[in-house]
């Protein structure tokens, strides 16, 4: 459920530029006044953000100096643009554009094809995966099923970081990606992949931004006469932008500066499609003369979840967490997270599930509730528990609301009694509007109490029900409102996708939760090879796992609940433990890293007026030199080791022998290979330099925070001559 159907359904249009200022914290209200040059909001969870830069385009609009054609609105998703495109209809801001990167694109890509390229756009695909499937075939590779996929993702990321088939080896090993094949191998798919759309004359989502960065680059005038359509760009959730988005962000903004960016560093989790945090923690080195506005006020979570969100941010590594911004509760106190710790995986969905229950029957609407695990695969055990305990459930990710079979038919015949009610019978005997919409939904299949159990049936009811309950709403905000009104409010929604809430409880997984908010949560299966997932192995994958079940915990507004399970299946050996990213925060656990930093404070940066262009200079980075012969370093070996391969080696033999014996005894105790401990290159450097201290030691390459926390004592004292304490290593 989003903060949109959760606020007034029906509010009123402000009666002018101030009134669409009325309410707003004085941070929000600077967004929404920024209305000239780069603004670059940094917004934390439940900040209000979209309520943010909905009111300062709807304001700019209102004031006149922003003309509705003018602008163009970038999101993520389509539900997001569907719902920023109503709140500005409610906010009297009607015309504006809000789109998804690839839907902007496209509408540009079908105009101006014909002009710059001739005939008509290559159809566009939906899916790659029988394309990848027909390249592989052609290359006499097989591929399973799961291969299929990663092979899939693999040629994403590779078009979205502008990568060509020849560069991908480098490209993906210089970006520590795990290869699902030999990268020689992808490359070759990635090829042949490209060969099979040419061949078909078909384009895929990737090629639509390709395509149209390609257009406007090549084809000056056209490029001028969007620039001339578009004055003014906002873009929300920056964090996620792609390379290939920015570039295409920049060609539609030319020399101009009039550009409004929203995003959280702390919130980036999709890095394995591209997306980077680096434009948006780079936007006031691009643009000095940014206004930068910190919102932290945070009104979606109480005091308790806020402190649990906060306190994982705390521990947390890297560029992103430099950045973080410190949550400021402005709700009241609420229960405190609840913690729970089940022997097998099914018993802790029959736990969540009985818990559900309980909730539903005291009163809170199932809508308000949801289920959210790291991978869709833990969704079926969910299912089945909320089954058996009869509790209503929906699967985030479905089908539209809106494009449904039953609420299209639904919609279909609301129309047609409103046309012809006259003539219809089932409409003799009533008389409001909400009486009107239940006698016509009781053709459809609504009844006054829902079936019983779950599947097919049930959802259709649900669907059903959410036209009964929007009727009611639409009724009581707009008195005397015809049948008609609701219809012509049905097809607005429509047209921007804002669905109203289907009474189930959600199941989603963390990734798909993002921009969604409930009164009470449920975190499952937050335990180790979960959270963070197995294949999480370098510090980067760790920070953002962490990051993501940061978004998981901010989406409660009152009530957390946060489980484990000890193994997977009943009778399994109780080999699993919570999530080293709850140590320290949740009762009897202690913290394992001692990052105490302060998080960011709200409020305002000005820029330094008329500095566009003329960027404050940075610490530049001094590239990497062998230390024997003075040579540039450009091979992450090499540069490990802070010499070329064929430099000799100083290199203590008896210290590298200690430490590589050292590194077994530790990788059979932890049950992981020994590269996980460290790298060969890595113990190579370690023997050449020989460190004193830990300072020392956490400059060598591959010697992250985490490991120097894990492992720093050992190895320090294998290089001092002496024993290694007994390992304390807990994971």
């Not at 203590?652 to 022998?657: A, Q, R, S, V």
């Amino acid at each position: 459920m989003t903060a949109a159907t959760h606020s007034t359904l029906f509010p009123q249009v402000p009666d002018s530029a101030d009134a669409v200022l009325d309410g707003l914290d004085p941070e929000q209200r600077e967004v929404a006044t920024a209305l000239h040059g780069p603004v670059c909001v940094l917004a934390g969870a439940g900040t209000g953000k979209t309520r943010a830069i909905t009111h300062r385009i709807a304001y700019g609009v209102r004031a006149g100096v922003l003309h509705p054609s003018s602008v163009l609105a970038v999101t993520f998703t389509n539900r997001a643009a569907g719902e920023m495109r109503g709140r500005l209809r409610q906010l009297g801001a009607a015309g504006v554009q809000a789109r998804t990167f690839h839907s902007a694109a496209l509408r540009q890509l079908q105009y101006f094809w014909p002009k710059a390229i001739g005939g008509s756009l290559p159809r566009l695909v939906d899916r790659k995966i029988q394309l990848v499937a027909d390249a592989a075939a052609a290359c006499r590779i097989r591929l399973d099923r799961g291969e299929l996929r990663d092979v899939t993702a693999e040629i994403e990321w590779s078009k979205v970081t502008q990568t060509v088939p020849a560069d991908y080896a480098p490209a993906a090993a210089k970006a520590g990606r795990e290869s699902p094949r030999d990268p020689a191998e992808i490359a070759q798919l990635y090829a042949a992949y490209e060969d099979v759309k040419r061949e078909r004359s078909v384009i895929d989502f990737e090629d639509v931004l390709l395509l149209t960065v390609a257009v406007l680059q090549d084809r000056h005038d056209i490029a001028e006469q969007i620039r001339a359509q578009y004055q003014h760009f906002v873009v929300d959730e920056y964090q996620d932008v792609s390379p290939l988005q920015q570039r295409l962000l920049d060609l539609w903004l030319g020399e101009r500066d009039s550009l409004c960016v929203v995003g959280d560093a702390s919130q980036t989790i999709y890095s394995f499609t591209g997306a980077t945090p680096d434009h948006l923690l780079d936007f006031r080195t691009r643009h000095p003369g940014a206004t930068v506005v910190k919102l932290v006020r945070d009104y979606r979570s109480t005091p308790q979840v806020v402190h649990l969100a906060n306190g994982l941010l705390a521990q947390a590594r890297g560029r992103a967490a430099d950045h973080r911004l410190e949550l400021v509760s402005q709700r009241a106190p609420g229960p405190e997270p609840v913690y729970a710790e089940y022997t097998d995986e099914p018993t802790e969905a029959e736990g969540a599930a009985r818990r559900i229950r309980e909730l539903i029957d005291s009163g809170v609407p199932a809508s308000e509730i949801a289920i959210l695990f790291r991978t869709n695969a833990q969704s079926e055990t969910y299912e089945q528990a909320l089954a058996d305990a009869a509790v209503p459930y929906q699967l985030r990710g479905a089908e539209r609301f809106f494009d449904r079979p039953e609420v299209r038919k639904a919609s279909i015949a609301l129309r047609g009694a409103a046309r012809f009610g006259g003539n219809d019978s089932l409409l003799d005997d009533v008389v409001d509007l909400p009486s009107q919409v239940r006698a016509v939904l009781s053709g459809e299949g609504w009844t006054t109490q829902p079936p019983a159990g779950s599947g097919a049936v049930r959802e259709r009811w649900e669907s059903l029900a959410a036209l009964v309950n929007l009727a009611q709403d639409f009724a009581a905000a707009k008195p005397g409102a015809t049948l008609a009104d609701l219809v012509a409010e049905l097809d607005e929604r429509a047209n921007a996708q804002h669905a109203p809430t289907v009474q189930g409880v959600t199941l989603a997984s963390l990734h798909s939760a993002k921009g969604l908010e409930w009164d009470v949560v449920f975190l499952v299966g937050v335990a180790e090879g979960m959270m963070p997932i197995t294949y999480a192995k370098t510090d980067e994958q760790i920070e953002e796992e962490r990051r993501l079940l940061y978004v998981g915990v901010t989406r409660a507004r009152e009530h957390l609940h946060v489980s484990w399970a000890l193994s997977r299946s009943p009778g399994g050996r109780p080999s699993r433990r919570p999530s080293r990213f709850l140590d320290g925060l949740r009762p009897g656990s202690t913290a394992t890293t001692g990052r105490t930093a302060a998080g960011g404070a709200g409020g305002i940066e000005r820029g330094i007026p008329g500095t566009r262009g003329s960027a404050p200079k940075r610490a530049q980075r001094v590239p990497a030199r062998c230390r024997v012969c003075g040579r540039t370093l450009t091979d992450p070996g090499e540069m490990k080791l802070m010499r070329c391969d064929d430099c000799p080696s100083d290199m203590n033999e008896g210290l590298y022998e200690r430490l590589r014996e050292w590194r077994a005894d530790q990788a059979r105790g932890s049950g992981q290979p020994a590269f996980c401990v460290f790298t060969d290159r890595t113990l190579m450097a370690i023997a050449e330099s020989a460190p004193d201290d830990e300072r020392e030691l956490a400059r060598i390459p591959g010697v992250g925070m985490r490991k120097l926390t894990r492992y720093g004592a050992d190895v320090l004292a294998i290089c001092a001559g002496q024993s290694p304490a007994e390992s304390t290593d807990q994971d």
